[in-house]
């Protein structure tokens, strides 16, 4: 995940967050979801063990400066499939996105890479993106439920 802001993009309308209370398969989906960036958003790729296109995409956020470090990124990413923060859209039993907030308040958004590896990378929703404020408010939410 990194947590600079987005520019300005469009945002998918049809993303739906999931409204399940099955603990035990949202444990069981946080065990399982791996986390492993994308070397279109690094320059530097940092503890993730990416290799950073020579000429990175220039609608691609660049994570470095702020970049959160890997075990970082797995624990957001694990932690918001156990609070529930997953798509309603799914491949092969996977969400295709999961939600989770950086430490300094920002909505972040995984999707699903590889499905047998259960392998996802991510980035800053962005202020303009409407789903992000639902994000938020679950997050605030589940976290202090626990």
């Not at 320059?43 to 990175?56: E, I, R, S, V």
């Not at 990413?77 to 799914?90: D, P, T």
């Not at 300094?104 to 789903?131: F, R």
Request: hydrophobic residues 35%; contains cysteine.
């Amino acid at each position: 995940w990194c947590t600079l802001k987005m520019h300005k993009r469009r945002f998918n309308p049809k993303r739906r967050i999931v409204n399940s209370t099955d603990e035990a398969r949202l444990q069981a989906l946080s065990q399982r979801v791996v986390y492993v960036g994308n070397p279109a958003h690094k320059k530097h790729p940092g503890d993730f063990g990416l290799t950073p296109p020579a000429q990175p995409r220039l609608n691609k956020t660049l994570c470095d400066g702020t970049q959160v470090k890997l075990q970082s990124a797995m624990r957001l990413l694990r932690k918001g499939a156990k609070l529930g923060l997953i798509s309603v859209q799914e491949r092969d039993g996977l969400p295709q996105n999961i939600w989770a907030v950086s430490s300094d308040g920002i909505a972040l958004e995984a999707q699903l890479d590889n499905v047998e590896a259960a392998t996802y990378h991510g980035y800053p929703m962005g202020s303009g993106d409407p789903l992000a404020n639902e994000i938020l408010t679950r997050w605030k939410e589940g976290v202090a439920g626990e």
